[in-house]
Each structure stands twice: as structure tokens, then as C-alpha cells.
């Protein structure tokens, strides 16, 4: 039987990167995320089978309680979360895996501390490492969900806040690393070590600004993959293992690329307070002013323009605008408009945020395109038109040294033709930079909700 399940858990692994490869183009992604479903649930049955698991005949209805309870949670979730909130649930949910890896070293050390036979030093080591790092991705996790949620509005950065993270960080070291060589475990100790943890987590997520979001999730999301990995070979758990790697393997690229995108070292990322709104640029003396266009003039513009880029960001997700972009599309292309889509790595809040929301509208999957591919194309538009994107589209990253995103790569909107840029009101975006594309001599302001000013778009050119 033992020699079975391993074998079950190296086909499912197997299926499961075989799901995960799929999921790397969107023609392929909903089949990808089914066949490592199907993967996971088929190893999570034959589970029950593990001699480990059977022996264990007392905890058997707690364990499928759990299982029936989280299912259910997760579906009704899952099933009611609007598009726009998708970050916070892959944050809250990645923290859970997170929370989970903790959870099982804390039974492991647990076990010991009641006066059970410790395990080999290497198996502790890594039960106290995985403890480490789940539990900061879960308590980090929630705060990233919380301020993805507005639930937190602001950053918040203590006196000397770098040294207490680096003092608890020590402390947690200090008594793990006690815990793992010594072999003995003391019940007060180790609930100061998860107190420790828990809080470290959220004095180290708390003064990233909301702009870093999507690098955040990502490092949690490798953090996670790396405690389950670490749990796996405490508990001789194959799947564990391999699932754990995977995953903290491609978030960790993922992060890589993330910061990549942004021009900016993941360590500037992580004890930066770029992102927390405090207009570090706001002052900056801006040439020119802000020049407001009607829907209609907007409308003829597009109408007969011959190529319109489109570069959807955060607002457009929380208008709710993408099925009206892809209706608007359908009009500009029978009336012969070539239109496409730019797509910023770190658009939204999370990666592929925005080619989500767009897929879920309709639009083609060649039409959307990565900033490499469409940059050349801008000066050839005759109007890109910027729907609640705000940093991606910055000039300033190209001419400002003192800019806090000087450096970071942008998509070229600022050398269209024409740039018309829908936006709620006349403040600074996410990151409270101020952004110098809104007062360029080429840029026309169309104020109001990204749905209901693309409506205007719409009418304009139907009435043509």
C-alpha cells in the first residue's frame, strides 16, 4: 500500500507541473488550474490510505470535518469574490498554506515538548524553519489582504522599525535554532518563538506601500511553497515535497520578474516605503496643466483614428469596465480601427490582473499585448487611450532621476499622438507619485467612472 500512495503522489506531482506548465498561457490556463485540482484532490484521497494516517483512527472525523469545512468555505468564496478582489483572495489563501505549514510543525514541535522521542536534528531544523517562514507568510498575508481590502489605508513604519524587525527576527532565530540542536523543547519557549513569528510577519509586511502589492503576494506565495516543502520532508510526505518546491520555485521567479518589471532590487522592494502614498514626488514643479476632453470630442478622435491602444489598470478593474472596452473595441474595428491592448507587468494588483479581467470580457488573447511587444507600436497610435493606470504610464520613470521609480520600465504611452486618459479625479495615483503624463501637451483628461466614461465613448461613436 505505502509503495502505492508513493506512487499516486509522484503521478500527481507530475500532473500537478504538468497543470502549472498550462497555466503559462491563457488559451491553456483554465485547463491547467482542472488538471492540478484533479491532482491535488487524488492525493489528498489516498492519503487516508498512509499507515501514519489510519493508526490515527480518533482524528479521522476531524480530519474530513476540516476537509468538508475549508471545501465549502473556498467554493462559496470563490464563487461570490467580484474580479476586482481576486488579489485579496490569493493573498488571504496563500497565507492559509502558509498558516498551514506553521500548523504542522507546531504539532511536530508540540510532540516533543509533551516528552515524545525528538526526531533527528535535521528533521527539527527543518520543522522549526518551516515554522519560521509559514508563519510569517500567514500573519504577512493577512496583511496584505487587509490592505488590498482598504482595510488598512495607510503605511505603517514605527521609530527604529527596521531594528525591531531585525531584534524579533534574532529572537525567533535564537530560540528555533535552540529548539532544533538542543532536542528540547520547553511549552513556554515555544509559544514565544510562534508569538514572535506571528508579529514579525506583520511589522515586516506593514511599511510596504500598496503600490508593491504584487511583489508582495508573490515573495508570500514563494515563502509558502517553501514551508510546505520543508513540512514535507519532516513529515516523509513526497507530495509535499515536490508540490512545496514547485511552487516556491515559480514564485520565486515570479518575484524575480516582478522587481525586474520595476527596475528595483527585491530588497528595495521589501524595506522601501515606496508605494504608501505619501507623495514623495507630489512637490515636484510640473510644466503645463491638466487639459479636460468631453466623451464626444474623445469619441470622434477615436472614430477616426486608423490604430487605438488601450492601457487598462487598477481603476478600470474596480469600474468594472472591461466588458464595455471590449463592446468599444467591437465598434472602433468595424469602422477599420486596428486596436490593441498594453499590458504592464505589474498593471493591477497582482500579475496578470488585467489579462484576467480582459479574458473574462472577451477579448482575444493575441490582441493583449506585454510591454515589449506594444512599446514600438505607440508612436504609430494615433490615441492610446489610459484607463485607471497610473505609475505604468509615469514619464517620469525615464527623464527624473530623483523619481522614486526613476528607471522603472513603462509602457510608451506619453508618445502616442493623442493620449486620453480616463481618471476618477485629479489626485495621484496608488504610489502618490504625481504623474507627468496628465499634463503633456498630447494628453486630454476624461473625468469620471472608467464604465460609465467609456460609455460615453460608446454612445459618441454611435451616434457618428
Excluded at 66 to 79: L, P
Excluded at 85 to 110: R, S
Excluded at 150 to 169: C, V, W
Excluded at 440 to 451: I, K, P, W
Amino acid at each position: 500500500m505505502e509503495m502505492l500512495i508513493e506512487i499516486v503522489y509522484f503521478l500527481s506531482a507530475v500532473v500537478f507541473i504538468f497543470g502549472l506548465k498550462q497555466m503559462s498561457s491563457p488559451v491553456t490556463a483554465r485547463q491547467g488550474i482542472v488538471w492540478a485540482g484533479i491532482a491535488m484532490v487524488i492525493a489528498s484521497l489516498f492519503t487516508f490510505g498512509d499507515p501514519a494516517v489510519l493508526h490515527n483512527t480518533g482524528n479521522l472525523g476531524w480530519i474530513v470535518l476540516a476537509i468538508v469545512m475549508g471545501s465549502a468555505i473556498a467554493y462559496v468564496t470563490a464563487k461570490r469574490v467580484a474580479m476586482t478582489d481576486m488579489p485579496q483572495m490569493i493573498a488571504i489563501y496563500n497565507g492559509m498554506g502558509g498558516g498551514a505549514a506553521a500548523a504542522i510543525a507546531a504539532v511536530e514541535l508540540v510532540k516533543v515538548a509533551g516528552g515524545a522521542p525528538a526526531p533527528a536534528t535535521t528533521v527539527l531544523v527543518l520543522a522549526v524553519l518551516g515554522a519560521v517562514i509559514g508563519a510569517v507568510s500567514f500573519s504577512g498575508s493577512a496583511i496584505a489582504f487587509a490592505k488590498l481590502q482598504g482595510l488598512i489605508n495607510k503605511t505603517i513604519r514605527l521609530p527604529m522599525h527596521m531594528m525591531i524587525n531585525l531584534m524579533m527576527f534574532a529572537v525567533a532565530l535564537a530560540i528555533g535554532g535552540m529548539m532544533a540542536f538542543t532536542g528540547e523543547i520547553d511549552p513556554n519557549m515555544l509559544l514565544i518563538f510562534f508569538v514572535v513569528t506571528l508579529v514579525f510577519g506583520v511589522m515586516f509586511t506593514l511599511p510596504i506601500g500598496g503600490a508593491d502589492m504584487p511583489v508582495v503576494i508573490s515573495l508570500f506565495n514563494a515563502l509558502t511553497g517553501l514551508a510546505v516543502a520543508f513540512e514535507g520532508f519532516v513529515l516523509q510526505n513526497a507530495a509535499m515535497i515536490i508540490a512545496g518546491t514547485v511552487v516556491g520555485s515559480s514564485g520565486t521567479l515570479l518575484t524575480q520578474l516582478m522587481a525586474k518589471a520595476m527596475n528595483r532590487p527585491i530588497s528595495n522592494v521589501l524595506f522601501s516605503s515606496f508605494g504608501s502614498s505619501t507623495g514623495e514626488a507630489a512637490d515636484e514643479e510640473i510644466a503645463g496643466s491638466m487639459k479636460e476632453i468631453q466623451g464626444y470630442d474623445a469619441a470622434i478622435m477615436m472614430a477616426y483614428a486608423s490604430k487605438v491602444i488601450i492601457v487598462p489598470g487598477y481603476g478600470m478593474a474596480v469600474a468594472q469596465a472591461q466588458h464595455k472596452l471590449k463592446e468599444l473595441e467591437a465598434l472602433l474595428e468595424e469602422r477599420g480601427v486596428t486596436v490593441k491592448y498594453a499590458i504592464h507587468p505589474v498593471a493591477g494588483r497582482m500579475p496578470g490582473h488585467m489579462n484576467v479581467l480582459l479574458a473574462e470580457a472577451g477579448v482575444d488573447y493575441d490582441k493583449i499585448l506585454d510591454l515589449d511587444e506594444i512599446n514600438p507600436e505607440f508612436p504609430t497610435a494615433e490615441v492610446a487611450l489610459v484607463i485607471g493606470a497610473n505609475d505604468v504610464v509615469n514619464p517620469v520613470a525615464r527623464s527624473n532621476p530623483d523619481s522614486p521609480i526613476y528607471g522603472m520600465p513603462i509602457l510608451d504611452a506619453d508618445k502616442a499622438q493623442n493620449t486620453i486618459v480616463i481618471k476618477r479625479g485629479r489626485g495621484a495615483g496608488f504610489s502618490g507619485i504625481e504623474n507627468h503624463l496628465f499634463y503633456a501637451d498630447n494628453t486630454r483628461m476624461l473625468y469620471g467612472d472608467g464604465q460609465k466614461a467609456v460609455a460615453e465613448l460608446i454612445a459618441g461613436i454611435k451616434q457618428l
